[in-house]
């Protein structure tokens, strides 16, 4: 079992619309949870990070984790076309220095 | 503030060859980390430096290594190429570690023949 898993996707929505992006881990050590978003021909550009548990909201983003399920989510709302990107999940133990991620999940916005 | 920065943007080698990588971290980050990117595997964590030191390894084989110098500029070097090894190889810089900020630079594009 991989440390990480997330659904490659591809995922098309209409503009306006909420998206659910998500992720799994086995490990229960990891601590750091990030989200990252990639553009075509780009590197990845942190969009969200949370220590632990709960919810952090920024903008139409809102990251979770559930430590307890293991499981983590993106949510976007009023989803725009500038929002299509690949989106990656990444996570960390703490004093690892060393970042899990998703294979990402390749996201379309349509207008 | 000038981002990150990796040279040469695109690569073409040849099984065998060897290559090196560089990556000037965004001025006073001290911190840098590599990373593999490839359709099949992901995103693959290979090394981070800090003050020169490496302070974690991703599971690789020895052929991939890496240095930073004291002005924090990072190369990493593949010796021996296979042609597995074509991939994107991305560089992050941030002050003091992964659990700051990571900021990206836009890759080296490197294909083995």
């Known amino acids: 079992q991989k440390e990480v898993e997330q659904d490659p996707g591809p995922l098309s929505v209409p503009e306006g619309a909420i998206v659910s992006l998500n992720c799994t881990y086995s490990?229960?050590?990891?601590?750091?949870f990030m989200w990252y978003r990639q553009y075509s021909r780009k590197g990845p550009e942190l969009l969200m990070y949370?220590?632990?548990?709960g919810n952090k909201e920024d903008g139409r983003f809102t990251a979770q984790v559930d430590k307890s399920s293991k499981y983590i989510s993106l949510f976007i709302r009023d989803s725009q076309p500038s929002d299509s990107a690949t989106y990656l999940c990444?996570?960390?133990?703490?004093?690892?220095?060393?970042?899990?991620f998703g294979k990402g999940t390749k996201l379309t916005v349509n207008p | 503030k000038a981002g990150v920065t990796q040279t040469p943007r695109y690569l073409i080698k040849t099984r065998g060859q060897q290559v090196t990588l560089s990556c000037s971290p965004i001025?006073?980050?001290?911190?840098v980390s590599w990373y593999q990117q490839t359709p099949g595997q992901g995103l693959q964590f290979l090394f981070e430096?800090?003050?020169?030191?490496?302070?974690n390894k991703g599971n690789f084989p020895g052929r991939f290594s890496g240095r930073q110098f004291s002005n924090s500029r990072s190369e990493m070097n593949v010796s021996t190429l296979e042609l597995g090894d074509s991939a994107l190889y991305l560089c992050?810089?941030?002050?003091?570690?992964?659990?700051?900020?990571?900021?990206f630079g836009p890759g080296t594009r490197l294909t083995v023949l």
């Open positions: 430096y800090f003050s020169e030191t490496q302070r």
């Open positions: 001025s006073g980050h001290r911190s």
């Open positions: 949370t220590y632990s548990s």
């Open positions: 490990n229960s050590a990891f601590q750091y």
């Open positions: 990444a996570m960390m133990q703490g004093g690892s220095e060393k970042l899990v």
């Open positions: 992050a810089s941030s002050w003091s570690g992964v659990t700051d900020t990571q900021y």
